[in-house]
């Protein structure tokens, strides 16, 4: 019997397949060469992707059946989580290289699991298009490699509410040493992969572009390997948008990093912030913003914390076997979607910290040379026999015969050749500890229960009483109307500077207002 | 070995490594070999649990591959710690004995690409760190002072809880967007990747060429461009 899909499904799902393939290719290509002396890099990034494949479908049924995709990238771009650019839009591409590499091994067809496939392609669409609302893309690449993911309104509030500084200051040399700190912190905590750093922008400002800067999943939270280590980072997501003079971020890419031109300079950024938030907080809460001197004070606090759990972490992982380091690496590249189950108020550890045994036996044949050639050419010289096309063909970016990933036949609309799914979530295991510490969070450390029932008892205000759709587009047109004013109003409720200033400001009142709250130098 | 499999491929050719080809012929083989035994369509056996590859298979895989005397290239330490007769042995620096001269007669060492300009060249001593207990051990006991760490491996983890201590970096791999050139540059350590050496040696007093402009991420090599490292008395 033919699929039930229609053809627009299937035409839409394909369009999909090949914009990811190529996005990824970009990434993939331009952006770095992963290795590491510490962790099996490349192994763990191939083994992740079969335990996407494997876990996916059924794990995202059951954060819909709490909440619709598009409403959890609607709550994902109210807050920072590690529900933001690089992981949601780089789930369908883990999941779609589980889906090649077994195809390439002859052990699935095109037409195998198509309504895991179809659906885990729609549920990332419906995220990837909420979340990215303001800029109306899916990617960044879309957008010229930018990433203008917030509304008038909160960047309003970053611009009055940042403080001013200058290179030789204490708050400017406290911005940059914790910054190395904590992005070397960020790769060591991942294992080696760049997830825990993001970045969204750029935005003009009055003197220049602001960038939003975020680090995710400090504390003592998802990933038990921080537990203890990490027991005295007191935030777990942290933003700092920064604003920067004479430098143009012209890259803003779909893993959130970012290149300037001129080369971002430390010494031109003018202003900064410090705001928390989470899939518990109602918004952007400030971090001891009343004075430059006390966020100077606290980011070197922040800062000594951060360097004590580096050196805790680091020798812990020094003594793990390969097989801990291989999971610790597979888990945090699988678990990319875990935040979209803590928003939904579903969120398991079990889910997300499992290698499933359908995974757990392939693990003899990845030695370093098989784990880093596969991946070299899955993502680099696409040159797998399962991704070439025929001989006239021209991929985008290479010209080459070959396509990351393959699209879906449309013979599943004519016969019976395919099949539905990869069937439950299996039993599995993991080489490393269990969790036991409590989850840090904006309301305090937290039982895994008491999360998720703080998380489905959440209302984020500027979601609520018909505010959920007035965008930009909308509030250009109706800069008067008392819904508007109230979607500011809730959007300032912690603002130094704008606090119930509303909807009517533009950038000179919101200058004249930071002025007036004494947060120039 | 191309092996097809149970699933025709028109297109399809050779994966361009011979070990990711050796491992995906196999496992294509015994696919077919196994769907065939079972006289099911693909439809009913491909979600057969009675018919998955089990662990097993992987390692005969695996252990057939090494019966041909073949030994695999280890990236992570602990993997070859854990299992030496599995890989081969760790390359070590070379000695062409033929290093060119700087204008001042001194011998060229190595160059690479300069992650930021710097705003002095800076001589060290060169120190290659490269295994978890010489992390261990400058953690413990601190980092010399003037150490050029001559680090082969591109990523951020391997010198975490000490690289803000390094005069400089000499990196022999990665770009300067690897992870290892993003951190130097934000604790604004002088650092050069993609590094080729040649007759460096634990030990030696070297400097290096941190002045010379940042390389181009996206332009072609440019080799009378990179900074050079320089063996000094």
């Known amino acids: ?521 | 070995m191309t092996e097809t499999g149970a699933i025709p491929d028109k297109w399809g050719g050779a994966a361009m490594n011979p070990t990711v080809e050796f491992f995906h012929s196999a496992v294509r083989k015994l696919v077919a070999e196994r769907l065939a035994a079972s006289g099911k369509s693909w439809e009913e056996a491909v979600g057969d649990p009675s018919l998955e590859l089990t662990r097993e298979d992987f390692v005969r895989i695996e252990a057939a591959m090494l019966a041909t005397g073949y030994r695999f290239e280890a990236s992570a330490q602990v993997s070859a710690v854990e299992e030496p007769d599995k890989y081969k042995p760790e390359g070590v620096i070379g000695d062409s004995g033929q290093q060119p001269r700087d204008e001042q007669g001194r011998l060229i060492v190595g160059a690479g690409d300069n992650v930021f300009h710097a705003k002095s060249d800076i001589t060290g001593t060169a120190r290659l760190i490269s295994t978890v207990d010489v992390v261990m051990d400058m953690l413990l006991n601190g980092v010399p002072d003037g150490t050029i760490a001559v680090i082969d491996d591109s990523g951020g983890t391997l010198t975490a809880p000490i690289l803000e201590q390094f005069t400089g970096v000499i990196c022999m791999g990665g770009t300067v967007r690897s992870h290892l050139g993003i951190l130097t540059r934000e604790y604004n350590i002088p650092c050069l990747m993609a590094a080729e050496l040649d007759g460096l040696k634990e030990g030696d007093r070297v400097l290096v060429e941190y002045s010379r402009p940042a390389a181009d991420a996206y332009a072609e090599r440019d080799d009378a461009g990179r900074a050079r490292i320089i063996q000094v008395d």
């Not at chain 1, 579903?346 to 889910?351: E, H, R």
């Not at chain 1, 099949?419 to 490393?432: A, K």
């Open chain 1, 1 to 521: 019997m033919p699929t039930k899909h229609s053809y627009a499904d299937l035409l839409e799902a394909n369009a999909w397949i090949r914009k990811a393939s190529d996005a990824f290719y970009f990434q993939c290509t331009a952006r770095t060469v992963q290795e590491s002396k510490l962790f099996p890099v490349n192994p763990y990034i191939a083994l992740s992707y079969l335990n996407a494949w494997y876990r996916y479908p059924d794990l995202f049924r059951k954060i819909e059946a709490a909440m619709p995709a598009e409403e959890i990238g609607d709550y994902a771009r109210e807050r920072s989580t590690s529900a933001n650019i690089i992981t949601n839009g780089i789930i369908e591409q883990f999941y779609l290289g589980g889906r090649q590499m077994l195809m390439d091994m002859g052990m699935l067809k095109p037409t195998d699991a198509l309504d895991d496939v179809m659906y885990v392609l729609d549920f990332t669409r419906r995220l990837n298009l909420s979340y990215h609302r303001n800029h109306a893309h899916i990617l960044p690449t879309d957008a010229g490699l930018s990433a203008q993911l917030l509304p008038e309104r909160q960047v309003q509030v970053f611009e009055a509410d940042a403080l001013g500084t200058k290179p030789g200051d204490k708050l400017h040399t406290a911005v940059a040493q914790f910054l190395a700190a904590v992005s070397q912190y960020a790769f060591l905590k991942n294992s080696e992969c760049r997830l825990g750093i993001h970045n969204s922008g750029p935005y003009k400002v009055a003197q220049g572009e602001m960038l939003v800067r975020e680090f995710v999943d400090l504390a003592e939270s998802d990933l038990p390997w921080l537990d203890g280590v990490a027991a005295d980072v007191e935030l777990n997501n942290i933003t700092m948008p920064v604003f920067m003079k004479d430098t143009h971020f012209n890259i803003v890419d779909d893993w959130a990093s970012f290149e300037a031109q001129p080369s971002y300079n430390h010494d031109n950024m003018y202003a900064v912030g410090l705001y928390t938030s989470d899939y518990l907080s109602d918004g952007y809460l400030p971090v001891h913003m009343d004075s430059a001197s006390e966020l100077a004070d606290y980011l070197d606090h922040l800062r000594d914390s951060i360097h004590a759990a580096t050196q805790g972490l680091w020798k812990q992982v020094a003594g793990w076997s390969r097989d801990q380091m291989i999971d610790s690496g597979l888990l945090v590249y699988y678990n990319v979607p875990k935040d979209l189950a803590h928003i939904a108020g579903v969120y398991d550890q079990q889910d997300w910290y499992t290698v499933e045994d359908r995974v757990q036996r392939f693990k003899p044949m990845f030695n370093d040379e098989y784990g880093n050639h596969l991946i070299a050419e899955l993502v680099g010289y696409i040159s797998l026999r399962s991704q070439q096309g025929n001989e006239y063909h021209m991929a985008k970016g290479s010209n080459a015969r070959g396509d990351m990933w393959s699209t879906i036949p449309y013979s599943v609309l004519g016969d019976d050749e395919w099949t539905e799914s990869v069937g439950p979530i299996r039993g599995g295991s993991t080489s490393l500890p269990q969790k036991t510490a409590l989850y840090t969070t904006t309301q305090g450390k937290l039982t895994q229960e008491q999360c998720n029932e703080a998380a489905r008892a959440l209302r984020v205000p500027t979601l609520e009483d018909g505010l959920r759709h007035l965008d930009d587009t909308w509030v250009k047109n109706h800069p008067d109307d008392p819904r508007v004013h109230e979607l500011y109003r809730r959007t300032q409720a912690n603002s130094f500077a704008l606090k119930d200033q509303g909807a009517g400001l533009l950038r000179e009142d919101v200058l004249r207002l930071r002025k007036g709250a004494g947060r120039e130098e």
